[in-house]
């Protein structure tokens, strides 16, 4: 594994205190120096719309509980320094040992800045206006429906689908769909 290459890592924490394990990282990355090996620190959350008493509120939804992505080169300091921060409980990926993690692929964590809109790399897909598609993620998972419009600037795609006997569109990112072979 070579030591100079910035790529991301999972991160366990105690469940609910990925944020603050956030936090007490971006503390150490500045306190201890290691501005050099450690970069970016990603709680993937995403934004999800409840209803209370009738009004409209906006929250953040976690998508991966107990988990914090950390983009770093992974040297024997910044690994343990990582390793020991309040709230941390390991790597995923770590067989333990003192074995060093493994670093999560570029398609996995792409997927995931995506879809924080945190990734401006555009995706090519197999599809068109009028195809078949399998909904993959979200609350529409597993379900086919048509592709009734595209927007390739928001990498979105309006959906028909048929739900509770109606057609109903339904904006899915592109990230989210599979052609569906005929």
């Not at 770590?94 to 924080?116: T, W, Y």
Request: no cysteine; aromatic share 8%.
């Amino acid at each position: 594994m070579e030591e100079n290459n910035k790529e991301w890592y999972v991160v366990n924490t105690y469940a609910g205190h990925e944020n603050r394990v956030k936090e007490n990282l971006q503390r150490r990355i500045e306190t201890m120096g290691i501005e050099d090996n450690l970069f970016r620190i990603l709680v993937a959350e995403e934004p999800e719309i409840e209803f209370k008493n009738g009004k409209k509120v906006e929250k953040m939804r976690n998508l991966f509980p107990g988990y914090v992505f950390v983009e770093m080169i992974m040297t024997d300091e910044a690994w343990y320094i990582v390793r020991n921060t309040p709230g941390v409980t390991g790597f995923i990926g770590s067989s333990g040992g003192g074995a060093k993690p493994f670093p999560v692929s570029p398609d996995e964590i792409d997927s995931i800045l995506r879809r924080m809109g945190l990734s401006d790399r555009k995706i090519t897909v197999n599809f068109k206006v009028g195809d078949r598609v399998k909904i993959l993620n979200g609350p529409f998972s597993g379900i086919e429906g048509t592709i009734d419009q595209m927007h390739d600037d928001a990498q979105t795609a309006v959906v028909l689908t048929i739900l509770f006997g109606r057609e109903t569109p339904t904006e899915i990112a592109y990230i989210d769909l599979n052609k569906v072979e005929a």
